[in-house]
């Protein structure tokens, strides 16, 4: 009787832990986004997945829709990338200053998040080519006393933690000055109470935020001007040039532009 | 810059450590990035003060209000024959839905709402203060009922007696009932201790830089996860075995007098 126990003991330990790792792997999967229906119900194309990891409080370049599948300008050029390579697209929605990380220990293929290229970054992972065009503004509330960068000295700044907002922000002001926020979203609402004088991020949520929110404008001084890569682990070189190959066919047949006007009305 | 290249790093180093096999040269590398390059012990250090604020703070709020709430919720009950005053009942049912709707909440949803919707802090203090209110809150609530299960364990017959000798309820609760009840509830107190001090990890999403959102932003300086997340593991687990020792010890002080 007592080895009985013993043996469903360990047997029940077995299964928690398997059920664990299982719920590790859980993912949400990407949206079809062509218009065609039967992309969705059409069985995955014999082929491996390709896992992009992404923070979805970034929009236009991803936030979640109604239903809560992660979409936006990233996710549609992830889909169209991996479609090119005869890849089944799986979306991992994370914290946005876990990313990095993730993708160079191997739990995601492929970042796509509205990604600076930076040199800090180059150091541990592999960037494609740029795709998009990214700028850091300022966010305040109307009427506000800081009218430039050079304002910003002594004030409190709201930021997503870990984009570059917040790099250039800490090093340039100390951290005292900077309130880290998981999201962009937070970091608004935020600025809304009045907790924060400001938000530095990319313009593009930027401007989503400042539309929802009466009160809110964007300063006309950006505080840097950047470029959006994709990231991929430094070892998976192979799928680095395969990205970067389709990645030029679609730029080169417009699919890129064409994405990202669908999201970005040019003023 | 803030990163320094494992190349870049070999150069500084003295000739013994090129010797070194290289796991271990690699370990040595990542711990001076997490630590000593550009002093970030210092942000580690500056995070273990907020975390040691908030927690010793929320603590002694989270003791005193779940000794307040178990005092009412026990002398309410304690009334079986005839309807507790009607003062009590109205404490009573206050206490009651102030544990139903924190207990009833998660932790990360009463930080946001305190920090977003009811506080809304400002400044740095202010976000301190707003962190230690909504975690003593949150741990009174658990304390309350860890309370109330001491205070209900010690014998009617002791606190009858007491009273028969002319003492009042409040100096029966505290020179007879409390003493002995603080014994029974020493263990499952500091299983809320430990609880609460790993609970201030959530405090970063009010933008409060605890030591755990420093080893996060270390991280994301470097892009190397190991050192300083295995490190943050091992300075909580510190923190928690200083914590039960020091309540081992007072256990031991107040089984003195059981002898």
């Keep these: 009787m007592k080895a009985f126990v013993k043996v469903l003991a360990l047997a029940l330990c077995v299964a928690l832990i398997g059920g664990v790792f299982a719920g590790c792997t859980n993912t949400t999967t990407a949206p079809s986004t062509t218009d065609d229906a039967t992309a969705t119900t059409a069985a995955p194309v014999a082929g491996e997945e390709l896992v992009m990891g992404t923070n979805a409080a970034f929009p236009p370049y991803e936030f979640t829709d109604d239903q809560g599948n992660v979409v936006g300008i990233d996710a549609e050029i992830a889909q169209a990338i991996a479609d090119k390579l005869g890849m089944t697209l799986v979306i991992k929605d994370m914290e946005f200053d876990s990313l990095l990380t993730a993708v160079a220990g191997g739990s995601i293929d492929i970042v796509l998040a509205g990604l600076t290229v930076t040199e800090e970054r180059k150091q541990s992972v592999n960037f494609t080519d740029t795709y998009a065009k990214g700028v850091q503004v300022i966010i305040v509330k109307e009427g506000s006393a800081i009218k430039s960068v050079d304002d910003l000295e002594g004030k409190t700044i709201g930021v997503q933690a870990g984009t570059t907002g917040d790099i250039y922000c800490t090093d340039d002001f100390g951290q005292e000055n900077v309130k880290q926020f998981a999201n962009g979203t937070l970091a608004v609402a935020a600025l809304v109470n009045d907790q924060v004088d400001c938000v530095v991020i990319d313009n593009e949520p930027a401007k989503n935020f400042v539309a929802a929110n009466a009160g809110l404008a964007i300063l006309e001084t950006a505080y840097t001007e950047e470029d959006y890569a994709a990231a991929i682990a430094k070892e998976n070189t192979e799928l680095l040039d395969k990205v970067n190959a389709a990645m030029a066919e679609l730029k080169a047949d417009g699919t890129i532009d064409a994405i990202i006007g669908k999201y970005i009305t040019a003023e | ?259």
């Design chain 2, 1 to 259: 810059m803030n990163f320094v290249t494992f190349e870049m790093w070999l150069e500084g180093v003295p000739d013994w450590i090129l010797a070194l096999p290289d796991w271990l040269q690699n370990f040595m590398y990542q711990f001076y990035q997490t630590f000593i390059f550009e002093q970030r012990y210092m942000l580690f250090l500056n995070g273990l003060k907020i975390t040691a604020i908030v927690t010793v703070g929320a603590l002694a709020m989270g003791i005193v209000l779940g000794l307040i709430v178990a005092i009412i919720r026990t002398s309410n009950d304690s009334f079986v024959s005839r309807k507790p005053p009607f003062i009590l009942r109205i404490f009573n049912a206050i206490c009651k839905i102030y544990l139903t709707v924190i207990r009833g909440t998660p932790m990360m949803v009463q930080l946001l709402i305190m920090g977003f919707v009811i506080m809304v802090p400002k400044t740095e203090t202010e976000i301190i203060v707003c962190a230690i209110v909504t975690l003593g809150i949150n741990s009174g609530a658990y304390v309350a009922e860890i309370a109330r299960s001491g205070l209900m364990s010690i014998d009617a017959g002791q606190s009858e007696a007491a009273r028969s000798l002319g003492l009042s309820y409040f100096k029966t609760m505290w020179y007879v009932v409390i003493p002995q009840a603080i014994k029974n509830i020493l263990p499952a107190l500091g299983n809320e201790m430990i609880t609460l001090l790993k609970d201030t990890s959530l405090v970063s999403v009010i933008a409060l830089r605890d030591v755990t959102k420093q080893a996060q932003n270390i991280v994301s300086k470097t892009y190397q996860a190991y050192v300083p997340y295995i490190s943050l593991a091992a300075i909580y687990l510190a923190i928690v075995m200083l914590l039960t020792w020091l309540l081992s010890l007072l256990e031991r002080r107040l089984r003195k007098s059981d002898r």
